[in-house]
């Protein structure tokens, strides 16, 4: 759904794998990545049994790939 991958993109902004269209600069910031990962696996629970297996399989899609650039970027990082 574009909801998700609103908070993806987020998501990718944050661990500075994307640059920001306004500053014009790839920028990391790890507490605003680790809120949206936790944002994406709240709502991964909360929706467990509701979804259609495409939405599911996109959701889980989502939340893997954002976690794995995460740990790649964020790795060795205090709270990470």
């Known amino acids: 759904s574009l909801f998700i991958t609103r908070i993806s ?3 990718l902004l944050a661990c500075g794998v994307l640059e920001n269209p306004v500053t014009q600069e790839k ?3 790890q507490p605003m ?3 949206l990962i936790k ?4 709502l991964q629970a909360k929706t467990s049994g509701n979804l259609d297996p495409d939405e599911e399989a996109h959701l889980a899609k989502v939340v893997g790939d954002l976690r794995a650039v995460y740990d790649r970027i964020f790795a060795g990082a205090a709270g990470s």
């Open 9 to 11: 993109f987020q998501g």
């Open 27 to 29: 920028q990391t910031n």
């Open 33 to 35: 990545a680790t809120a």
């Open 39 to 42: 944002d994406l696996e709240m």
